[in-house]
Nanobody, 123 residues
Framework: QVQLVESGGGLVQAGGSLRLSCAAS????????MGWFRQAPGKEREFVAA????????YYADSVKGRFTISRDNAKNTVYLQMNSLKPEDTAVYYC????????????????WGQGTQVTVSS
């Protein structure tokens, strides 16, 4: 089992920045690819960004490319999502997830999920 706890969400004005963190415990963190997803009210959970177990292979949804950066620190068992130039449409609950297979873009690629952290961007 892997336990994931997100933090860093909050309320920010459009154009602002936030950094989300996801702390992992349980099985060795470096064994897992990690991803970030988000879910807005009334919408399906959607892919945001993912990163390989060693920090390589980062990739992003088109909607956040150039604004968001995913990174990880295996020594701290933590994955981050730096979010810049935030827009009201980025408002959602953000979830981190761990995959024992690959850093995919589908919710079905991931085995473990955190409880989520709310990000609200005001216009």
């Amino acid at each position: 089992q892997v336990q994931l706890v997100e933090s860093g969400g909050g309320l920010v004005q459009a154009g602002g920045s936030l950094r989300l963190s996801c702390a992992a415990s349980g099985r060795p963190f470096s064994n897992y690819a990690m991803g970030w997803f988000r879910q807005a009210p009334g919408k399906e959970r959607e892919f945001v960004a993912a990163i390989g177990w060693s920090g390589g292979m980062p990739y992003y949804a088109d909607s956040v490319k150039g604004r968001f950066t995913i990174s990880r620190d295996n020594a701290k068992n933590t994955v981050y999502l730096q979010m810049n130039s935030l827009k009201p449409e980025d408002t959602a609950v953000y979830y981190c997830a761990a995959s024992s297979r690959r850093p995919g873009g589908s919710v079905y690629d991931y085995d473990y999920w955190g409880q989520g952290t709310q990000v609200t961007v005001s216009s």
